[in-house]
């Protein structure tokens, strides 16, 4: 069997190190054997954006860029999103295993008991403005969740740790749906516990056209499905500043407002939000070439397009294709629908974007499908916070109980002054 090693050899000084390769890596600390002086740090390996630096070891999500494969702890995207449910999804990827029945029973039981939440949570969501971005609330309110909750600082508390996953499930879709029904005017519409999870969200978003608190099947299973297809996508750039943040020991509603602020940007999950106003701005399938010919000209993003792991067709971009139609049959259609179709038609035939492998992603549909519901187009990033807080949590559990894991402490490559003296402000130019 050939050796597990990486010989490297510095040519500064001839030397030659040995360093084990252990799941097709090396340790970074390694190369710091390498040095052009004795006396220098040694070498480290620079790498912006992590585009191939592993931070952790998982065994939450599996993705495979190249052959467009998704599966949570094991179990394929595509039969999670057809067969399973959002808590029942939520639970695999926290627990890893699919629960009994008896084991969902509780499970949606506890979550469901904290669907209601503390008063002074709802008094807060009334201070903000009534144009304030839900996101902007929604981050604001889960970092606020940590003082009604200090307990939830015992991070290494297993218990604990159960006790506030439960509330942040629960609250959040509250959250979300107060702050809708407040920018609004309306008085909030308060859980209704007998619910199920997404019927009761669909229900306390009372105003989008659900007629005595009545929630659409259809609607809600396509929200369902959503939700699952949301659920986790490893070490994204919101789960990594998560881990970040709770490698510090911080408590969980710090951690998940810092992954909701990561994801709240426009090249992550604000990216749903920004398709719809760019397909807005299209306005018509005539001006899809000069859309694209500016998107070349590098004036603008094809937004809902690329991803740093999917160099092929995002495996959920394709399903959620299919639930718009579901969706559709009840809401009537999207106009919006036929620009994306033929957008994606279009671009996919183009060398620009085959050269760069570029393929629509999570977002390129979803907020179609949102909008098409009756959702506004500035609350689809708060519908991607919903259903990625599972994710965050499986892997916020995970980072407490590894024992590898130490403090996020990043180096980096100084280029900036050599020693200088202070110079007094009569003595400058
Ligand atoms: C999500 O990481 C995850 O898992 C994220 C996510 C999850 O579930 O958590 O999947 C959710 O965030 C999906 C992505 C949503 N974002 C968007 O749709 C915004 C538009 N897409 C991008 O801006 C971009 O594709 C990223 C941010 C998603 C990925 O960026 P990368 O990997 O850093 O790629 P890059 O910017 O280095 O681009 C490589 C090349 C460049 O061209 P060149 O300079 O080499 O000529 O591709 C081009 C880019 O200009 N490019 C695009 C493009 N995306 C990349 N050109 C036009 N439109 C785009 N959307």
């Not at 620009?339 to 570029?358: K, Q």
Request: proline share 6%; with cysteine.
């Amino acid at each position: 069997m050939s050796k597990q090693t990486l010989t490297i050899t510095d040519n500064r000084t001839g030397e030659t190190i040995e360093v084990p390769i252990g799941h097709d890596t090396i340790k970074a600390l390694d190369l710091r054997q390498l040095k052009a002086q004795p006396d220098d740090f040694g070498m480290m390996a620079y790498d912006p954006g992590y585009t191939n630096t592993a931070s952790c070891k998982s065994r939450i999500t599996y993705v495979d860029g190249d052959r467009g494969i998704l599966r949570y702890r094991g179990y394929p995207i595509e039969q999670l999103a057809q067969e399973s449910a959002f808590l029942e999804a939520a639970y695999l990827l926290i627990f890893g295993e699919l629960p009994s029945a008896d084991e969902l029973a509780h499970w949606n039981e506890r979550i469901m008991r904290h669907t209601h939440i503390h008063e002074n949570l709802a008094d807060l969501l009334k201070t903000f403005r009534h144009d304030a971005h839900p996101m902007g609330i929604l981050i604001s309110a889960i970092a606020a969740m940590s003082t009604l909750h200090p307990e939830a600082k015992q991070v290494h508390d297993n218990q604990r740790r159960l006790q506030q996953i439960w509330r942040i499930l629960g609250a959040l879709p509250t959250v979300a749906a107060f702050s809708y029904q407040n920018r609004l005017g309306r008085p909030y519409t308060h859980p209704h516990s007998a619910l199920g999870y997404i019927d009761n969200f669909l229900y306390m978003m009372n105003p989008m056209n659900q007629d005595d608190g009545e929630v659409d099947p259809v609607l809600a299973r396509a929200l369902d499905a959503l939700f699952i297809l949301h659920a986790d996508h490893e070490q994204n750039c919101s789960t990594s500043a998560l881990r970040n943040i709770a490698s510090s020991d911080a408590d969980p509603y710090s951690s998940i407002a810092g992954a909701a602020a990561a994801l709240y940007g426009p090249l992550h999950g604000g990216a749903n939000e920004a398709v719809l106003r760019m397909l807005t701005a299209i306005g018509d399938v005539k001006k899809i070439p000069a859309y694209l010919n500016k998107v070349k000209n590098r004036e603008a993003r094809l937004m809902g397009f690329g991803h740093r792991v999917y160099k092929n067709y995002d495996p959920r971009a394709q399903i959620i294709k299919k639930i718009a139609y579901d969706v559709f049959e009840v809401t009537g259609g999207n106009p919006l629908i036929d620009i994306a179709v033929e957008l994606e038609r279009i671009a996919l035939d183009d060398e620009y974007f085959a050269s760069r492998r570029l393929y629509p992603n999570v977002d390129f549909y979803s907020g179609i499908i949102y909008q098409a519901m009756g959702f506004p187009v500035d609350m689809f990033p708060v519908l991607f916070v919903l259903g990625r807080a599972p994710g965050w949590l499986a892997q916020w559990v995970e980072l407490a109980t590894d024992p590898e894991q130490r403090i996020a402490r990043p180096r980096q490559i100084y280029l900036g002054e050599d020693e200088r003296s202070y110079v007094p402000l009569a003595e400058r130019a």
